[in-house]
Each structure stands twice: as C-alpha cells, then as structure tokens.
C-alpha cells in the first residue's frame, strides 16, 4: 500500500501544515522544554532547516491554538494553553536591499501589528514603535507579549564583504533589536533565528540574557529529522520509495542516508538529516540533489573569495568550537560561514582534545558544493568536468591506469584558463595548488572518495583516490620528475597505511609539463 502522505514543501506555516494534513514531525516537546527554560533564546541553522517552521509552531502555540496540537507530544506537557499577544517579525523579505528599504521593511511589518495594538505618533524609529508595540499589547492584553523573529541575518549577510554597508545596516538593525531588552519585563518569551551568529555587542546590545543553543546537545534536534524519525515515522516512505527504486527499504534507508544525513550540530547530538531534502525527496520520488536549486549563496561565495579558502581542506578540519561558533563579523576566515551555512558540520568530538571534527555533511552537499566551486576555483565549466570525471573514473575502475592518465593529459590540455594564469604557473616555482584544487573539485564531482594533501607519518600526500577495490596514491611534481615524485611514494611510505586495507593499492608519480601545462610524463609503482 502507498503511504497516504501529503509532504509539506514549501510550506512554513504550522497551521496550514495541520489544517491541511502534511505530514509533521513532532517536535512539540522540545518546543514546550525551549519556552521553559529561558526568556531569550537564540538558534542558528542552515538554510532549508525548518527555522520558520519551528517559528510558526511557536506563534500558534502562544496564541493558545490547542486544537492545531491535537495528537503531539505537547498535550501531554502543556497545560494552560493561554493565549499571548505574538508580535512575528519574518525579515527574509529585507535581503538584498538599500538601507533604507530595510527601514521600510521593519515599518511594513510594524504598522501590519499596529492594526491591532495601535500606534503613538512620537515613536518615529522602527525601534521605538517595536517598543510601543509591546507596551500596548502588554496593556491591552494584560499579559505579556511574545517576540518571534525569523531571518534577523537577512539583511547583513549580503554586505558582509562591504564594512560600510554592514555597519549602516548593523546600526539599523540594533535600533530595532536593543528596545528587547528595554522591554524585558513586558516580554514572556522572546525567540530570534538565523544562519549565522553575530555578536550580541554589535547586533543584541545589550540582550545579555539571550541564550544560544544553537549547540546546546538537548535541542539539536529541534530541526531537522533524525535517524530515529526517519525509521520511526517515515518507515512507509521509505518502503514506497525502495517499491519505485526496486530495491530493499534497508538498501533505500542507506541510499537516503548517504544522500541527506550527516548535520550533527552538538557534541552529544543524532545524525540528522536535511528535511527540505528529504520531504522533496519523497514528494518527486526521486534522489537528487534539491538543496542547491537555488544555487550557493552569494555572501558564502564572497567571503570565500575574500579569504581565499582552500577547499581542499574541508574533508576533516580539526578545530575548537571558537573557531567555527563564532561571531561571524568577527571571523578571520570563511570557517564560521561555512559551519553555519550547512557545508560542513560535526562529525566527531575528541572530550580530552575538546576538539570538533568537521566535514563536508552527505552527498548531496558535496555534488552540489563542487559543482559551483569548480567556475570559482579553476574557470572551468563544470559540465566539462563532469564528462572528463566520469571517463577517468571508468578508466581507474577498470584498472586502466594508461586510459586514464590519458584523458587527464587531454582534459588538462584543452582547459581555457583564465587570464594570465598561464603565465603565474610559468612564474612560480612550485604551483601544484591548481592541480589540487582541479583534481579534488573533479572527483568529488562524481562522488569519488578523494582527499588531497593527505596527512601520514611520512609528510603529507598530494592526492589520494578511493575507488572500491584500489586506492591510487597520486604524488604531483611541477619541479622535478616522474620518478622523482613515485621515489617520493616509496621513501616516505605514502603507501604504507592502505596496503592493510585488503584492497589494491596503485602508486602514481606524475609530472606536469611547464610549456604544454599537462600531464608530461608518469610512473606507476
């Protein structure tokens, strides 16, 4: 039987969700624990986590909606179900413009509450009619009011790069947010949400009581859906998905989870998965790729750029939460943007280290990633790319080592490089970075297990390839020779820690050729 589902894509509004029937998985509970434990609270998550969602769900439960709730696991915790005066602020519609057009953005939303709590005419900032909005609603109401902002980055990640424009919307921005705080005692419970974490000094002011959690272990799982939902919940579409696939529901559980799972966003945290991801998924029955439709963000590209970040890196980055959880005006790198943003996340913690494993989170991210990074990083077209990955993959899967080093001279010959990039190459003396960068995006492109500049007890390996039977060891050399760079394998026993893996290992020393800038000659060992 195909499961009677209806799946919410696209749909943010928690009433709709349940008056129409889509599907929901509860997170009730964690929201009623949320609201107990702080006045203030703070999370950030990535784009396409359920963030409004969960905004919405709050805005229905504070009104005293009890009816939407029936069947969840708030009913058995909530007992009062009082109803709150809710003031909603949804700033995803202040991207991408002027100051002043955000100013008016905060007015539109403002003067739609005002409708019902009234307006003083001598509140002319959007501040201090924020504050008269929540005096009155206090007053009317004789209960205190609650806060709800969705999107309160929108209107700064896009002049991130611009310190001008990011402190002219910083300052309009505090404005607004430092009457919270003024207003406290008016105030029942105050939620703000986001992608990224800037410093309650420059945006908050003077919110000293917000509470962050957005890595606090008892709610990492409050967007988002876990293995256990998955398996729980969702066991039928799982079952209707594998009958259209014409595989096992075990085999498409582990198709889905290579394709989606992977955010951990805690030290103690589940494994959850992409849930605007995987509810498409189900919707389209089809895997693919749907967190990218809209591209990667500008703001993340930019200061990217600006930073100048190896991606070659982004496999297995050991670091301090104060590396990657910090505020984002204050970074000094683009590892913060790319935690908060959903490219990489948590994949172990050492408690005697206190340090974090972060990585790339699932396929889909990986493909998606690689293919807008590949125009960036190397002016390549990606479509390109993809037919001369796919080539050489089939050449090293059958253990055609000739074949394959044969197209990668033909790739490499026949790519249009940028301006005056064959002329730095000529320059330098020793460029291997192009190849690296050119190499990882390509294998990765195909979801190739592949990693570059490889730490081992001998050094640091330029480029290492998993295939399922073989792993190949790559060591470039744009100085010196073939056998050089396959003598360099075997001296510092490149090799060594996969000979025990019970798979081939195949050694590879290439060197590429100034004048041609290709493959010039290669040994196999």
């Given amino acids: 039987m195909e499961p009677d589902r209806k799946y919410p894509v696209g749909i943010q509004t928690f009433s709709r969700l349940r008056e129409e029937g889509y599907l929901y998985i509860d997170k009730t509970d964690l929201i009623w624990k949320m609201t107990k434990e702080s006045p203030f609270v703070f999370l950030s998550r990535p784009r396409r986590f359920g963030k409004s969602l969960l905004t919405t769900t709050l805005d229905a439960y504070f009104k005293g909606q009890k009816e939407l709730f029936e069947g969840l696991k708030i009913m058995d915790l909530e007992t009062e179900w009082l109803s709150y005066p809710v003031l909603h602020f949804d700033l995803s519609g202040a991207k991408h413009l002027p100051i002043e057009q955000i100013k008016a953005e905060l007015v539109r939303q403002l003067a739609i509450l005002e409708k019902d709590y009234g307006r003083d005419e001598t509140e002319v900032s959007p501040g201090m009619r924020l504050a008269g909005l929540i005096q009155r609603s206090f007053q009317k109401s004789g209960r205190q009011a609650v806060v709800v902002i969705d999107e309160y980055d929108a209107p700064l990640l896009d002049v991130l790069h611009d310190p001008e424009r990011l402190e002219a919307a910083r300052e309009v921005m505090q404005e607004f947010y430092q009457r919270l705080k003024m207003c406290e005692g008016m105030i029942r419970f105050c939620f703000i949400t986001g992608i990224t974490k800037f410093s309650q000094l420059s945006i908050f002011s003077t919110i000293n009581n917000l509470t962050n959690i957005s890595m606090d272990s008892k ?8 293995e256990e939902e998955l398996a729980t919940q969702m066991a039928p579409d799982i079952a209707m998905l594998a009958r259209e696939y014409e595989c096992t ?27 605007f991801s995987l509810l498409k998924c189900f919707n389209h029955r089809n895997i693919a ?3 990218f439709d809209s591209g990667t963000p500008t703001f993340l590209i930019r200061q990217m750029q600006h930073f100048r970040t190896d991606i070659t890196t982004m496999d297995r980055i050991a670091a301090r939460a104060s590396a990657f959880d910090q505020p984002t005006e204050n970074m000094d790198d ?8 959903g490219y990489i996340t948590i994949k172990d913690y050492d408690r005697e280290t206190d340090f974090y494993i972060l990585s790339i989170p699932n396929k889909e991210v990986r493909t998606g990633f690689v293919e807008n990074m590949i125009p960036l990083y190397t002016g390549i077209n990606k479509n390109n790319t993809a037919g001369f990955a796919m080539r050489f993959w089939r050449a090293l899967k059958n253990d055609n080592i ?21 002329e730095k190459l000529k320059e ?9 960068y050119t190499f990882w995006l390509t294998f990765n492109m195909l979801n190739l297990y592949a990693r570059t500049q490889v730490k081992c007890a001998g050094g640091r ?11 190949y060891v790559f060591e470039l050399k744009v100085n010196g020779t073939a056998q050089e760079a396959l003598d360099q394998i075997n001296s510092n026993g490149y090799a060594l820690p996969y000979e025990t893996e019970g798979c081939t290992v195949v050694k590879v020393g290439v060197q590429f ?3 041609t800038m290709t493959v010039g000659e290669y040994l196999v060992g």
């Fill in 219 to 226: 709610y990492a799982a409050i967007c988002g859906i876990t």
């Fill in 249 to 275: 529901p075990e085999e498409m559980h582990a198709k889905l989870k290579r394709q989606y799972d992977g955010y951990r966003f805690a030290k103690m945290s589940p494994d959850v998965y992409n849930p």
């Fill in 289 to 291: 790729n749907y967190w």
């Fill in 334 to 341: 683009a590892l913060p943007l790319l935690y908060q943003s």
């Fill in 402 to 422: 000739v074949a394959a080093m044969q197209e990668m001279k033909a790739f490499l010959a026949g790519i249009p490089y940028v301006e005056g990039f064959k």
């Fill in 428 to 436: 330098v003396k020793n460029y291997e970075g192009f190849y690296e």
């Fill in 461 to 471: 390996i330029d480029f290492v390839v998993w295939m399922p039977d073989t792993t």
């Fill in 513 to 515: 050729d100034r004048e």
